[in-house]
């Protein structure tokens, strides 16, 4: 598939039903997820045939993406079950043919056997704008339930975020920054569009 018609596929994946500012509910831009996409599988060979974790998947576009470009398996993770549904029921309309799981849970407790590992986890963590240190906890899972990781941050904090990861220990690169805009949806937003530069990082065990 070419990265042009991944980004068009993902962006036909709903953006969440009825969002909830608390859990800063937002669709990744398809531009932004496809691009990360296409760096994981084209550039670190991160995506096919490996088991994949969306960790906040929403309405699934992360995830949804790893399995067009041939993960072997996607776990999408999220707590709010109404986004899972619609999903679901994108997944099943589409009819991707690979093993897909939801898990409706907290992905600051997961309920996950201890030592498991997913081969990579892409995710599109909640800024922590409504909930201090939402990033960082998100982050923290991820680095404990996978070999490599993927996550979108603003760049305000991505000194920040990356200081802590190399503690755990891993190697941490920038791979992409984009400017992203997103619309007006909450009583709290002043502006019609907020935009602002996010970077993605790639996280790996030492
Ligand atoms: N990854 C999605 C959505 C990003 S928005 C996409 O690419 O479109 C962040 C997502 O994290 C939201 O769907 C929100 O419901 C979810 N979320 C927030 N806190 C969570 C938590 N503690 N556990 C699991 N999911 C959470």
Same mark, same amino acid.
């Given at each position: 598939?070419?990265?042009?018609? +991944?980004?068009?596929?993902?962006?036909?994946?709903?953006?969440?039903?009825?969002?909830?500012? &608390?859990?800063?509910? !937002?669709?990744?831009?398809?531009? +932004?997820?496809?691009? +990360?996409?296409?760096?994981?599988?084209?550039?670190?060979?991160?995506?096919?045939?490996?088991?994949?974790?969306?960790?906040?998947?929403?309405?699934?576009?992360?995830?949804?993406?790893?399995?067009? +470009?041939?993960? !072997?398996?996607? =776990?999408?993770? &999220?707590?709010?079950?109404?986004?899972?549904?619609?999903?679901?029921?994108? #997944?099943?309309? !589409?009819?991707?043919?690979?093993?897909?799981?939801?898990? =409706?849970?907290?992905?600051?407790?997961?309920?996950?056997?201890?030592?498991?590992?997913?081969?990579? #986890?892409?995710?599109?963590?909640?800024?922590?704008?409504?909930?201090?240190?939402?990033?960082?906890?998100?982050?923290?899972?991820?680095?404990?339930?996978?070999? #490599? =990781?993927?996550?979108?941050?603003?760049?305000?904090?991505?000194?920040? #975020?990356? &200081?802590?990861?190399?503690?755990?220990?891993?190697? =941490? @690169?920038?791979? !992409?920054? &984009?400017?992203? /805009?997103?619309?007006?949806?909450?009583?709290?937003?002043?502006?019609?569009?907020? /935009?602002?530069?996010?970077?993605?990082?790639? @996280?790996?065990?030492?």
């Amino acid at each position: 598939m070419l990265k042009r018609e +991944l980004e068009r596929v993902l962006n036909t994946v709903p953006h969440h039903p009825s969002p909830k500012a &608390e859990l800063e509910q !937002y669709a990744t831009p398809s531009t +932004l997820a496809a691009t +990360l996409l296409w760096l994981a599988e084209h550039h670190f060979g991160d995506i096919a045939d490996k088991v994949v974790a969306d960790l906040g998947a929403g309405t699934g576009r992360l995830g949804i993406g790893a399995a067009l +470009l041939g993960a !072997y398996k996607v =776990v999408l993770v &999220e707590v709010d079950d109404e986004s899972i549904r619609q999903a679901w029921t994108w #997944v099943k309309d !589409y009819g991707i043919d690979i093993r897909f799981d939801a898990l =409706v849970a907290d992905v600051n407790n997961l309920p996950l056997r201890s030592g498991f590992l997913f081969d990579t #986890v892409v995710q599109n963590p909640p800024f922590g704008v409504h909930r201090r240190g939402a990033d960082m906890a998100f982050l923290r899972t991820a680095s404990r339930v996978a070999r #490599v =990781v993927y996550s979108i941050h603003k760049e305000s904090s991505i000194d920040y #975020v990356a &200081e802590n990861a190399i503690g755990w220990g891993f190697k =941490v @690169l920038k791979v !992409y920054s &984009e400017k992203i /805009c997103l619309p007006w949806m909450f009583e709290w937003h002043k502006k019609r569009r907020h /935009c602002f530069p996010v970077v993605v990082i790639r @996280l790996e065990r030492v």
